[in-house]
């Protein structure tokens, strides 16, 4: 069973999502470069430092799988005005992901694919 939640964005993935225009604060975890480790996953917290990298370029925001099924059907919702289907069930060219990280690639394609209906505005982030 894929665990949603335990499975994060990776750079790459991070940096085509900050180009659809995803905004940072609506992340689950921050992705620190520190010397020691390239891109450790850090929790997002008031911690004005991890901030700071942010800011710097130092880190990166990271997406788990639910919070990016989360946000897709946000943001269909706002588009389409109705709880819309799960794009799983929308796209017969889809095979079922064996990894998170095949889903997350999955619906990272998708949304760039179709970043034109996509409206981040009224997405509530995390604080």
Same mark, same amino acid.
């Given at each position: 069973?894929?665990? !949603? &939640? &335990? ?5 790459? &993935?991070? #940096?085509?999502?900050?180009? /659809? ?8 975890? /921050?992705?620190? %470069? ?7 996953? +850090?929790?997002? *917290? *008031?911690?004005?430092?991890?901030? #700071? +990298? ?13 919070? /990016?099924?989360?946000?897709?059907? !946000?943001?269909?919702? &706002?588009?389409? *005005? ?21 889903? /997350?690639? %999955? ?5 760039? %694919? ?7 505005? #009224? ?5």
């Amino acid at each position: 069973m894929i665990k !949603f &939640q &335990q499975t994060f964005t990776n750079a790459e &993935q991070s #940096k085509r999502l900050l180009e /659809l225009g995803l905004p940072i604060d609506s992340a689950d975890i /921050l992705l620190l %470069n520190t010397p020691d480790s390239p891109y450790d996953p +850090y929790i997002i *917290g *008031g911690d004005m430092t991890l901030r #700071k +990298y942010l800011r710097e370029g130092r880190a990166l925001p990271s997406w788990s799988v639910g919070r /990016l099924i989360d946000i897709d059907l !946000f943001c269909r919702e &706002q588009i389409e *005005g109705m709880m819309p289907r799960l794009i799983f069930a929308r796209e017969p060219t889809w095979g079922t992901p064996t990894s998170g990280r095949e889903m /997350l690639d %999955n619906l990272i394609t998708y949304m760039e %694919n179709n970043k034109v209906g996509y409206d981040f505005s #009224k997405l509530e982030t995390k604080q």
